[in-house]
């Protein structure tokens, strides 16, 4: 079993930054590919991006490519997602995922889930 807990979540102004933190648990993270998912009020769950488990490669939703970046630290179990130029549509909870398997594909589902981090931005 693999536990995901998130961080970093909070209020900012539309143009400002923020970095989310997604800490894993076991002996195996360097196997698993992450990702980022967001759910707005009344929206559908949303793939913002995943990164694959040696951290070269990556898979970004258009609606944040540019502005957004992932990245793995697997020497500390850990996931980030910075996240700049905010804009008030990247107002949801972000939930970190895991997949085992060393690439993520977009459409793919994954098998384990963080309980998610609120990121409100105003404008």
């Known amino acids: 079993q693999v536990q995901l807990v998130e961080s970093g979540g909070g209020l900012v102004q539309a143009g400002g930054s923020l970095r989310l933190s997604c800490a894993v648990s076991g002996r195996t993270f360097r196997l698993y590919s992450m990702a980022w998912f967001r759910q707005a009020p009344g929206k559908e769950r949303e793939f913002v991006v995943a990164?694959?488990?040696?951290?070269?490669?990556?898979n970004y939703a258009d609606s944040v490519k540019g502005r957004f970046t992932i990245s793995r630290d697997n020497a500390k179990n850990t996931v980030y997602l910075q996240m700049n130029n905010l804009k008030p549509e990247d107002t949801a909870v972000y939930h970190c995922?895991?997949?085992?398997?060393?690439?993520?594909?977009?459409?793919?589902?994954?098998?384990?889930w963080g309980q998610g981090t609120q990121v409100t931005v105003s404008s």
């Open positions: 995922a895991s997949r085992y398997g060393r690439t993520w594909a977009n459409a793919d589902e994954p098998d384990y």
């Open positions: 990164i694959g488990g040696s951290g070269t490669s990556t």
